[in-house]
């Protein structure tokens, strides 16, 4: 088969559902080489940036451990990676024909968490370590690590809930922390879990969890315990697999920390079986160190509000329980504390049971400087329940489809215009009749009850969780409302989390709350405090792995310094880490610190202005993208920014790497080419979020109050001379609002008179979903610059 003319095709040795793999020749010189050609004839943007990827990443690896790769060629509209070739086949292919003994294990295994290390050490986290991934060769006992195509080059990642059907990897081989439904970052350790499953496959022939159901594979991965090894095998020894089970370990804290721990177990055991053909038990991970500093993500002091939680989710009837028959309302979690306080982890805490019932948790969080847009958070939890849903099968999706028909009726065009994607689903729906406000307001809360309704099942519950209520609009209120208050709403969990701190008795939040109470709705509610001291000493010593009496000085002091707030004891660790004030000590093999040093960095007791000193030590292109994309929103885009910034999407993104690399923002999608020939792009990311409020605060706070006003307004400019005009009304929310905040430095009469008819167009839109406080203020604003331009007796526009 002619691929490429300077290449002889000798056999085809291996078929996935992407890609093809042929061993060949290299014509010009009879190099043997692998060519990994993708298999469509018109891949997707998402394949040929994978292949992309991997050729970047393999080509950087100079290890030895590391298929070398040495060209990516353009082939017809597809993709092809000229790889080395050492003469060996998969591990998975192996292991078909071929079981290996204890010794041939314990020596490949080396071989894998060595190469493994090397690769973390490079700043690499692989996320797809399986059998199908490592090649050996059995003649020359060389093995290498392949597919970098998932990988990625940050040391933290935040994954999101997706379909399981969609998930990036091998999902047998797969972390918790990677499936998206556990309140973890994914960091290296996601690997040694991978490893984990693949010694487990090596050993016993066998997967950890044997299941072809995705959601259920995904829920033994989080709650469920694989059987050890050596209960499967007898001839296991009891140690290699109680080595396993540690590598599979939920959370990456209980895990090893480092290669170099790993593979000083594995030379133990080995050693000792070629000394006496045996191996004895001893205790595991005496040579597991790391001069990483990784803090456990796992909750303090927390147990009673967990506990809580669950139960309240464990309320949610299931299929012909009694419950279901009695049950009368939707009830509602009500999560208070200041901010960093842990509220939003705390909600993840929910992801396993969900899991479990196979139920939906969907998220959306409102925003300190959008509070106009009507429906922000509420729109933003159910796009991402879309996607989720577009990512099943044509039959589940037309299910789908005729479900949410049936809900809407005439009147689907009600929902589109608050939720556009859901289109995706249902098509294009017929214009709706023109009410009085009234009617409309009464026929867009039925509609919208019967939306939600679909996806609020016995077979698949939902939760709704929206962050930061108290920057929640008036129509999102609303909206709340109308879900507690829907007596057909059975299989619902709402969850609202604010800041008990920034509200008073007569904040429009509060105030909806106390009328829902009184109306008989059931409101559960938790409040966090600080952390205490004991706490707080506890998580450092697990931080250190060391004992809590010798971490009680730099706890008292970091207790002092933040109060016990879980964020700024972070970001404090993180702090004095990063001024080598914490460090690791190779020689006495333990974490060292000096706390008259400490104190004399100062470090302040607010953090945000600790915060604010991170941010202005980072280089001064980053920080301008940072303050830029902080006035965008606490979620911003590429594109958006870009724009702001005046630079191209590839300079704007080399701008953001060292606020990803430092954790200040998070990738919340995955990486992409910039052009359609993907030989000759760059890779980016499109999608962020800010790391916490917090930062995002601190960026904004960087600019100077009086300059704020010229940002927005720049800002508002720019966006909307790059908007074309059929994209306008879907970005008209946040483009008035940047324009309407630098509105006083508008001089040029022509640019009032469009800003006036903008407030107009938004305040009709935001009429149009029903969102009439919002539409309010807008048509207040585009009278206000109607009667600056025109003066006094002049026509208010009718619909204040």
């Not at 729109?379 to 789908?400: N, V």
């Not at 619902?492 to 509200?503: G, K, M």
């Not at 991170?614 to 994309?629: C, F, M, S, T």
């Amino acid at each position: 088969m002619k691929i490429f003319s300077n290449y002889q095709i000798i056999a085809q040795i291996f078929e996935s559902s992407n890609s093809l793999v042929y061993r060949a020749n290299r014509r010009h010189d009879n190099q043997p080489v692998i060519l990994k050609v993708l298999k469509e004839d018109y891949p997707t943007p998402a394949e040929l940036t994978r292949y992309k990827q991997e050729y970047e990443i393999t080509r950087c690896l100079n290890i030895d451990g590391v298929i070398r790769a040495y060209d990516l060629q353009k082939y017809q509209n597809t993709l092809a990676i000229v790889l080395e070739d050492f003469g060996g086949e998969s591990l998975d292919i192996t292991l078909k024909y071929r079981k290996l003994s204890l010794p041939e294990f314990l020596a490949i295994a080396i071989k894998i968490t060595k190469t493994l290390g090397e690769i973390h050490a490079a700043n690499v986290i692989h996320k797809d370590i399986n059998p199908a991934n490592i090649v050996w060769n059995l003649k020359t006992d060389i093995l290498k690590i392949i597919d970098f195509g998932i990988s990625t080059v940050f040391t933290r990642e935040n994954p999101i809930i997706k379909n399981p059907n969609i998930l990036e990897g091998t999902l047998a081989y797969m972390s918790p922390e990677q499936t998206g439904r556990m309140n973890r970052v994914l960091e290296y350790t996601t690997d040694f879990y991978s490893l984990g499953a693949t010694f487990y496959r090596i050993l016993t022939g066998y997967l950890p969890f044997d299941t072809s159901d995705a959601l259920e594979l995904v829920h033994c991965h989080l709650a469920k315990q694989p059987l050890p090894p050596h209960e499967l095998d007898p001839n296991i020894p009891k140690v290699v697999s109680n080595l396993i089970v540690k590598l599979l370990a939920k959370t990456a804290e209980e895990r090893y920390q480092s290669a170099f721990g790993i593979a000083a177990d594995l030379e133990e055991c080995l050693r000792q079986f070629q000394i006496c053909g045996e191996i004895a038990d001893f205790p595991l991970a005496q040579q597991d160190f790391s001069d990483r500093l990784s803090i456990p993500q796992k909750l303090y002091g927390r147990d009673r509000e967990i506990e809580t939680l669950l139960s309240n989710f464990a309320r949610i009837p299931e299929e012909n329980s009694s419950e279901e028959q009695t049950r009368k309302c939707v009830e509602m979690i009500l999560v208070s504390g200041y901010s960093g306080i842990g509220k939003s982890v705390l909600v993840q805490e929910l992801y396993k049971p969900i899991t479990a019932r196979r139920g939906y948790f969907i998220s959306g969080k409102f925003e300190q400087l959008q509070r106009n847009i009507p429906y922000s958070a509420i729109a933003a939890a159910f796009r991402s329940l879309i996607q989720q849903i577009l990512a099943e099968d044509e039959a589940q999706l037309l299910e789908w489809r005729k479900k949410l028909l049936a809900a809407f009726g005439s009147n689907g065009q009600a929902i589109i215009d608050v939720i556009p994607e859901v289109q995706l689903i249902v098509g294009p729906q017929p214009p709706i009749q023109q009410l009085e406000p009234m009617e409309a307001q009464i026929r867009f809360n039925l509609v919208f009850q019967k939306f939600v309704r679909v996806f609020c099942q016995s077979s698949h519950p939902l939760v709704i969780f929206l962050d930061d209520l108290q920057w929640a609009d008036a129509a999102s209120l609303k909206s709340i409302e109308l879900m507690l208050t829907d007596e057909q709403m059975k299989y619902l969990l709402l969850i609202a989390a604010y800041r008990d701190n920034e509200v008073s008795p007569t904040h429009p939040s509060i105030l909806t709350l106390n009328r829902l109470e009184k109306e008989g709705v059931i409101l559960n509610r938790i409040t966090l405090a600080p952390l205490a001291a004991p706490q707080i000493a506890q998580l450092i010593a697990d931080t250190l792995h060391s004992n809590i009496e010798l971490v009680e000085p730099l706890a008292e002091l970091i207790y002092r310094k933040t109060s016990g707030n879980p964020f700024f004891v972070n970001e404090f660790l993180k702090t004095i880490y990063q001024e080598n004030l914490l460090k690791f000590d190779w020689q006495q093999r333990c974490w060292v610190w000096d706390i008259p040093q400490i104190n004399a960095l100062g470090i302040t007791e607010n953090v945000v202005d600790l915060l604010i000193d991170k941010l202005k030590k980072i280089p001064e292109a980053p920080q301008q993208a940072l303050l830029l994309a902080a006035c965008i929103g606490n979620r911003f885009d590429l594109k958006t920014l870009s724009i702001v910034c005046e630079k191209s999407l590839t300079d704007t993104f080399v701008d953001l790497l060292p606020a990803i690399q430092s954790g200040l923002i998070q990738p919340t999608s995955s990486l992409e080419t910039t052009l359609n020939n993907p030989i000759d792009a760059s890779l980016i990311i499109l999608n962020y979020k800010f790391q916490h409020d917090r930062v995002q605060q601190a960026a904004y706070a960087l600019i100077d109050d009086n300059h704020k006003q010229t940002v927005h307004l720049k800002i508002g400019r720019l966006l909307l001379a790059s908007t074309l005009s059929d994209g306008q009304e879907e970005n008209i929310f946040a483009i008035v609002d940047h324009l309407n905040k630098g509105k006083n430095l508008i001089a040029s009469k022509a640019e009032k008179v469009h800003l006036s008819q903008l407030n107009l167009k938004a305040g009709y839109k935001a009429k149009e979903s029903t969102a009439y406080t919002a539409a309010r203020e807008y048509f207040i604003s585009a009278n206000k610059f109607f009667l600056e331009i025109y003066g006094k007796g002049k026509i208010i526009i009718k619909w204040l």
